[in-house]
């Protein structure tokens, strides 16, 4: 089986748990830690459309050369990133300039891309395919001619939408995609064990004092959201926390102008953060156009936190320590660097000692579920 | 686009036709009526409440509030004819506060009008303030409205004069909420007469827009939401066909008309005051037709701060509150009710229910 046999065996798990059910919202069983899963109305779960969104999500021929599938940006061997990457590569080596979110627990985001400007997975699945910098297709037709033309595909979606070559459209593709996505959750963590699992020692000690400061001192929690029953450690929020935005602060009047004055849709503001990263670096702004998204960001979820690194929305941070510094200056990686004018009200300086930050890196080491451990043993980090 | 956040475009768009006109900051709609040449829009920045600790420090919330205010009203598209600053730029009204406010301001890209406050002015009685920003109340014509800034925060002068053994405790004393020894805000009798003569010149289908920093209105005695003398300052309005009055100290969005009058207050930038719903136990006193504001998140420090952007429009304000972690809000001129309204909460049905506990 390899060693990525537990996380296999946990879809298995969670898929054969759903398949029990009979009920149009399954009560699947999660592991320890996560909140309940609901699917869409519109988008039910079963183990034939899963199955199907997988062979979607591996498929290289999505792109315009062929080399480049979901999962080359996603890789379940990288805990679902392109780990230690900063910004993804996709076609021809070409980069774009955000750090790939993994796919893990995204069944509990409200927003997908690190500026939300996709509202589910079905709508995120569809960028990545036409943009220059990823998958390189000009429309998403090449993908339906493939799957029109492979027979394995055509019986697929036959059993799975009763829909067959031009009746086989994006949405259907995206459906199967999202619905194998949100088959990847993973909890169970050192955390999870010792906060709602009750095992007193499943954290260090100082793991133990980490989770204090994580709730305390360290103001993480307002944000990583941890709640009596589960932990998502997401807010499903965006906040500007000095990263990307603090580089460009001479230029955000001129930008800023250029993005309001333009009024852009989702789709070409995909296209034009992910191919300049002065435009990047505005964050959620570029879609909205709201003052207060200047420069902010999604939230990202810490579960499994230890073996995804690079950190931050464009990979700016190698490790742990450096993003706990980073918060500790108030928003500024080098502590008396200026603070941009635009700074989430959250993020001012912990005046956090060494000792401190090193525990909070020690908690957030006790965040991997136990089929991305291995991972973290392969890159020295338990 | 799905969002769960209603954007400013958005908003725009279910605004209907008839308000969807008025100039939205982020918006280029063209003004379809009236004469578009006199339309125009200033940006209202108010109670920063800079603060000095010591030396070099400064209470760091307070200034990312200003900071921010400025950065932004620096990117409002289309651009703003002018900025108001309404008052308390700083917290105990030393040179120190003072001068570090003045440096923040200084970054405004647009011609800057300030308004007195009483944690200006109370320390040296406004001098060095003057110094900064001239005199404490003026009057001056921009596009076919008349605007006047009073300073509305002085008290009997018994109380300024010869109650307190120092300026510093004079200044504390105005400073306390609840404060026994606080003494009601007024404009006085020099002004009134000032205003009387500077009014007689305005011809009354000119619109008039008065900035004060305390209320020309009586809200809340004990924390000075009141102006002692507010409604001889109101009997020199009314002659007018549209007068308006701005005023910060309150720190909250309120709203009300008395007779022609309209009134609208502004946000502060350093922090909220507590909303009625969330807070009082008590009658909180505010104009009927305001809708609370909804509870800050005490985490962000600066949710339930924020500023203004104004247009005037056929001599009516358009307030729209740029509002940080929150919902922007906009109180607009009702010609059918004769009165400012929230555009989109007025209606009960249609509020964010508040959070009133945890």
New interface residues.
């Given amino acids: 089986m390899g060693k990525y046999g537990p996380l296999l065996l946990l879809f298995a798990l969670v898929f054969s748990l759903m398949h029990l059910s009979a009920s149009d919202t399954p009560d699947v069983k999660v592991p320890l830690g996560l909140p309940v899963v609901t699917y869409p109305e519109n988008n039910p779960q079963t183990p034939a459309k899963i199955a199907l969104g997988e062979k979607l999500f591996n498929d290289k021929r999505f792109s315009v050369n062929s080399e480049v599938s979901c999962a080359t940006c996603h890789d379940p061997k990288k805990a679902f990133t392109d780990s230690p990457l900063k910004v993804s590569e996709g076609i021809n080596k070409l980069t774009g300039t955000r750090n790939a979110p993994t796919v893990i627990n995204s069944i509990y985001f409200?927003?997908m891309f690190w500026d939300?400007?996709s509202?589910d997975l079905e709508?995120q699945a569809l960028h990545p395919f036409v943009n220059p910098v990823e998958m390189g297709l000009k429309d998403h037709q090449p993908i339906l001619n493939v799957i029109k033309s492979d027979a394995d595909y055509t019986k697929a979606f036959s059993e799975v939408f009763g829909k067959s070559g031009d009746e086989v459209t994006m949405k259907e593709v995206t459906q199967a995609i999202a619905a194998f996505e949100r088959t990847i959750i993973a909890g169970d963590t050192p955390f999870d064990r010792f906060f709602y699992g009750g095992e007193a020692d499943a954290l260090t000690e100082q793991q133990k004092k980490g989770f204090d400061l994580f709730v305390n001192e360290g103001?993480c929690v307002?944000c990583h959201v941890i709640e009596q029953t589960q932990a998502v450690f997401t807010d499903n929020?965006f906040h500007n926390v000095g990263v990307g935005i603090n580089d460009i602060q001479q230029e955000?009047?001129d930008l800023?102008?250029e993005y309001?004055?333009a009024?852009l849709?989702?789709e070409e503001v995909d296209v034009k953060v992910l191919s300049d990263k002065r435009s990047s670096e505005l964050g959620r702004f570029a879609?909205?156009?709201?003052?207060?998204d200047?420069g902010s960001f999604k939230t990202p979820t810490l579960r499994n936190i230890a073996v995804t690194a690079p950190y931050m929305h464009d990979g700016s941070l190698a490790t742990l320590r450096d993003v706990v510094v980073h918060y500790n200056n108030?928003g500024v990686t080098v502590e008396g660097n200026p603070?941009n004018?635009?700074?989430?009200?959250?993020i001012?300086?912990l005046n956090l000692t060494d000792e401190e930050i090193d525990a909070l890196v020690a908690f957030m080491e006790a965040l991997t579920s136990p089929e991305f451990a291995p991972m973290a043993q392969e890159t020295g980090k338990k | 686009?799905?969002?769960?956040?209603i954007?400013?475009?958005n908003f725009l768009k279910q605004m209907g036709a008839l308000t969807a006109v008025s100039t939205m900051p982020?918006?280029?709609v063209e003004l379809s009526f009236a004469d578009s040449a006199k339309n125009f829009t200033f940006a209202y920045i108010s109670d920063a409440h800079i603060q000095h600790i010591s030396g070099t420090k400064f209470v760091?919330?307070w200034d990312?509030g200003l900071?921010?205010a400025?950065?932004?009203t620096?990117?409002l598209?289309p651009k703003p004819d002018f900025v108001v600053f309404g008052g308390d730029l700083a917290q105990l009204g030393t040179k120190a506060e003072l001068d570090h406010g003045a440096e923040m301001l200084s970054k405004l890209d647009y011609k800057t009008y300030c308004v007195l406050g009483e944690h200006d002015y109370y320390l040296d009685l406004g001098a060095y303030w003057s110094e900064l920003f001239g005199d404490h109340y003026y009057s001056w014509d921009h596009k076919g409205v008349h605007f006047v800034v009073l300073n509305s925060i002085l008290t009997y002068d018994e109380w300024t004069h010869e109650r307190w053994p120092t300026a510093e405790q004079r200044m504390l004393e105005m400073a306390g909420l609840d404060n026994p020894n606080g003494s009601p805000f007024m404009v006085g009798e020099k002004q009134r007469e000032w205003l009387q003569k500077d009014l007689e010149k305005v011809s009354k289908d000119t619109p008039v827009v008065l900035f004060s920093h305390s209320p020309i209105q009586k809200i809340y005695k004990g924390w000075n939401f009141w102006t002692e003398d507010a409604e001889q300052v109101q009997a020199m309005l009314k002659p007018f066909k549209d007068a308006t009055v701005i005023y910060g100290h309150v720190h909250q969005i309120q709203y009300n008309q008395i007779d022609n009058i309209s009134f609208h207050a502004v946000m502060a930038t350093a922090w909220p005051w507590p909303y009625p719903e969330s807070y009082a136990q008590a009658n909180s006193n505010l104009p009927k037709l305001t809708v609370p504001m909804n509870r800050a998140d005490p985490?962000?420090?600066?949710?339930a701060?924020g500023w203004q952007f104004i247009d005037l429009k056929t001599g009516r304000v358009t307030m729209d509150y740029?509002?940080?972690?929150n919902t922007?809000r906009r109180v607009a001129y009702n010609p059918e009710k004769g009165r400012p309204e929230d555009t989109q909460f007025q209606d009960e049905s249609k509020r964010i229910p508040p959070q009133k506990h945890f």
Avoid: C, H
């Fill in positions: 409200n927003t939300g400007r509202p709508d103001r307002s929020r955000v009047p800023a102008a309001i004055k009024d849709t989702a879609l909205t156009t709201e003052f207060d200047l108030g603070v004018d635009f700074l989430s009200g959250g001012r300086p | 686009m799905k969002t769960t956040e954007s400013r475009r982020l918006s280029l760091r919330n990312r900071i921010r400025v950065a932004e620096n990117l598209q985490f962000f420090e600066r949710d701060t740029n509002l940080y972690s922007n």
